[in-house]
C-alpha cells in the first residue's frame, strides 16, 4: 500500500535497463491514492525529493527497500523512525538540518528524544540502512541513532548540540560511522555499545568501523562499551574530557579484540564531573578499563592534562567493578605532552605490553621507547 501525504511531491527514478542509449526519467506526483496496490517485488528503486515545508517522514512511510529521499536544503522541524531496509536517507550537506519538532513527534523516536532512529532488534535488524549529508542539531537525547541493525552507515554529517550522543547505536552489527563531524554533545561524539540499557557480556560488532570523524567539545569524543571486533581509526579528536574510552568489566564474553589506530587525539582538558559510575573525567587521551586483546597502535596522543584518576596519554585503569585490563597491546605510538603521564597502567592486569611508544614519561617508568615491557 503507498500512503498518501498531501501536497507531497516525489521524484521517481525508475533503475533503467540499457536499451539502446534510451535514457528516461518518470516524474510522479503523489495525490491520495485510495486502494493503491504494493509494488511488485521486482519493482525499480525509486528517487523521492522532499522540498522544504514538506514532511521527510511521510517519504520514508512510503519508500521500499531500494529506495532513496533525497532532501533538499532547508530545516526541517520533524523526528525521524526508520524501519525500512536498504533505505537510503541524503541530504545536501549542512544546509539540511534537521532539528526537534515544535509539536510532540507521534512517532516513537520523537517520543524518546531522539532526532533520527534506524530500529529493529537483534533477532530481526534492520539492514542496509545508509544516512548522509545532513545536519542533526537541537534533539534532547540522541542526534542519530540505531538499535536492532546490521549495516547502518552514518556518512558526512553533522551532529551537535544534542543531549546525549551524537550519533551511535546498540545492538547492531557492520556499522560503520565514517567522515562525520560530531561536536558540543551532552554525552558522546560517537557511542557503541552493546545495549545501553542491560548488563551482560560483550557483544561482536563483525567488524564496525569508526573512521575519518572529527568528534569534540563532547564529553567523550568516542565511547565503545562491550563490544568485541570493531576497529577505531584515523580520527581527529580534540576538546572533550576523554578522547577514546574502552568500557568493559568481568562480564563474558569480555570486552575486547578491538583496533584504536591511527588516531589523533589532543588537549581533551575539559572537565566532566564525577557520576555515580565513575570519578571526575579531565585530560585523558585514550583509555582502556576492563578490556581484553586490544591493540591501541600508532596514534598521536599529546598534550591531554588533567589531576583525574584516568587523566594522561594513554591509560589502563580498573574497570568500574575492579575488572583489569589483560592481553592489550600498546604499541608505537607517538606521545608528548600528556600529564600526569604519557603512558600509565595504572591497573597492573596480566599480560598488557607497551612496545616501541614514542614518549617521555610512563608509569611505572620503563614503558616509553623500549622494545617490549
Request: net charge neutral.
Amino acid at each position: 500500500m503507498v500512503r498518501s501525504a498531501p501536497n507531497f511531491l516525489f521524484m521517481r527514478t525508475p533503475k533503467l535497463r540499457h536499451l539502446a542509449g534510451l535514457t528516461a526519467v518518470l516524474v510522479i506526483e503523489l495525490a491520495q491514492l485510495p486502494g493503491a496496490h504494493a509494488a511488485p517485488a521486482d519493482r525499480a528503486a525509486t528517487r523521492h525529493v522532499v522540498q522544504p515545508g514538506q514532511s521527510i517522514q511521510a517519504a520514508v512511510d512510503a519508500a521500499a527497500p531500494g529506495d532513496t529521499i533525497e532532501i533538499r536544503p532547508g530545516t526541517y522541524r520533524e523526528n525521524l523512525q526508520i524501519t525500512t531496509d536498504r533505505l537510503t536517507l541524503r541530504g545536501a550537506g549542512g544546509t539540511t538540518v534537521l532539528t526537534p519538532a515544535e509539536q510532540p513527534s507521534d512517532n516513537a523516536c520523537g517520543a524518546a528524544g531522539h532526532g533520527i532512529c534506524v530500529t529493529g532488534t537483534a533477532q530481526d535488524p534492520v539492514s542496509d540502512v545508509r544516512i548522509s549529508s545532513l545536519k542533526v542539531t537541537g534533539f534532547a537525547k540522541n542526534g542519530i541513532w540505531g538499535s536492532g541493525t546490521d549495516r547502518m552507515t552514518v556518512r558526512d554529517t553533522v551532529a551537535e548540540r544534542n543531549g546525549q550522543q551524537g550519533l551511535g547505536q546498540e545492538l547492531s552489527t557492520r556499522g560503520a560511522f565514517v567522515g562525520n563531524v560530531s561536536r558540543n554533545n551532552g554525552q558522546s561524539g560517537v557511542f557503541l555499545a552493546n545495549t545501553i540499557d542491560a548488563e551482560g557480556g560483550a557483544t561482536d560488532t563483525l567488524g564496525t568501523v569508526v573512521a575519518g570523524n572529527e568528534l569534540s567539545a563532547n564529553r567523550n569524543g568516542v565511547v565503545v562499551r562491550r563490544l568485541r571486533d570493531l576497529t577505531v581509526e584515523r580520527n581527529t579528536i580534540t576538546g572533550n574530557c576523554a578522547g577514546v574510552f574502552v568500557v568493559g568489566d568481568e562480564s563474558t564474553p569480555r570486552a575486547g579484540d578491538l583496533t584504536v589506530r591511527l588516531n589523533t587525539v589532543t588537549g581533551n582538558n575539559a572537565y566532566c564531573a564525577a557520576t555515580d559510575r565513575l570519578p571526575f573525567i579531565q585530560g585523558a587521551g585514550i583509555v582502556l578499563t576492563g578490556a581484553e586483546g586490544t591493540r591501541v597502535t600508532a596514534n598521536q596522543v599529546h598534550d591531554n592534562v588533567g589531576t583525574s584518576p584516568m587523566s594522561g596519554g594513554i591509560v589502563l585503569f580498573t574497570s568500574v567493578v575492579g575488572a583489569p585490563n589483560a592481553q592489550n597491546a600498546i604499541s608505537q605510538n607517538v606521545l608528548s605532552g600528556n600529564k600526569p603521564a604519557d603512558l600509565a597502567d595504572r591497573d597492573n592486569g596480566p599480560g598488557n605490553t607497551f612496545t616501541a611508544n614514542v614518549c617521555a614519561l610512563s608509569e611505572p617508568t620503563g614503558r616509553c621507547g623500549t622494545a617490549a615491557s
